[in-house]
């Protein structure tokens, strides 16, 4: 039986206004929304071209979920978005032409050539590199948030994990010590159904990932991941609720991973019906079909958004292909922060 609270979907552009965003902000999401599909989608061109060192992830199937959480958070916030995030760091700012350039290895990635794929983020815009090993990130999400305590700072961190990750002890201790001191933290659980080649029920056995938050002493919630606005309204909850000191939260948004678990797998376990069904629900399509339906928007604004999205793309390519490989002189820089990387809003 279920224990956390299933959230009801997203309706009127009333409701929305009142979660916090208006039309022209609706606008902007759905623009953040295209750019990051267009991302990884040009990424898979560059793979296919032989472009893309080692291996090449997608977040297909989460780009609304990304995008929606990133929306809620406030400017000072702080996370620690995954591989099947890159609407977060979208949102936040970074821009395309270095999203590319970090696919392809080069120095003006975020990592500067360090790494060729999602084990990136921008510092300046409040997002923390995750490192491989998962979910490593939830404890430093936890930290994060309780240096935010100490200082007393209006500050809440996000910290995403995959729902194979939740199996693992750095989880539950992130969890713990999260509860018992009503840290401002959300965990955001992105639940594509697998784990590499593991099927959920193979993963836990309560009904949801989000039935455990009460054993934390905290609510748990779980959000149909295809709805960008029920996403976004939840996460802006729970992103108020603990910055008000109302303490952590645990969203679980459930999507279908719409391709494999990277671009050198075929996915050939999960069944063609799985995903079938969760095409029905693109969250892209189901975000422009509410746009159209309640913000009224036109098939002239329509276009102008995809013909900006294109252009910024295409530049985007141009400019990431002339970015250089990395020097091999500078191979130690960048291995510990400087006084200048630390002075930041986020590292006051
Ligand atoms: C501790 C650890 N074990 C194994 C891996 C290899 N690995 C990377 S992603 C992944 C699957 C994780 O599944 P989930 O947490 O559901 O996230 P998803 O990839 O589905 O988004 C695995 C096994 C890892 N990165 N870290
Ligand atoms: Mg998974």
Redesign the pocket.
Known sequence: MAIAREAEPVGSLREVREAGLDREDLLDVYRNLLLTRGVEERGHILYRQGKIPGSF?T?RG?EGASVAVATAMGPDDVGTP???DMGVHVVRGVEPWRIFAQYMGRADGPTRGRDGNVHMADAKLGLIAMV?????MLPVAVGCALAFRIRDEKRVAIGW??????A?GDCHEAMTLAGVRKLPVVFVC???????S?P?HL?FATEHVADRAEAYGFEGIVVDGTDLLAVYREARRAIEKARAGGGPTLIESVTL?MEG?AVHDDAFYVPKEMFEKWAENDPLERFRTWLRQNADMSDDEEEEISGVVKKILNDALKRAEESPLPDTSSLTEGVYATAEDLDTPHHK
């Open positions: 992830y977040g989460n995954l591989h099947r491989s090993h998962l979910p490593a994990f995959g729902e194979g990750a939740s693992r992105d639940n594509n159904q697998w784990a590499y593991t959920s993963e991973r678990h």
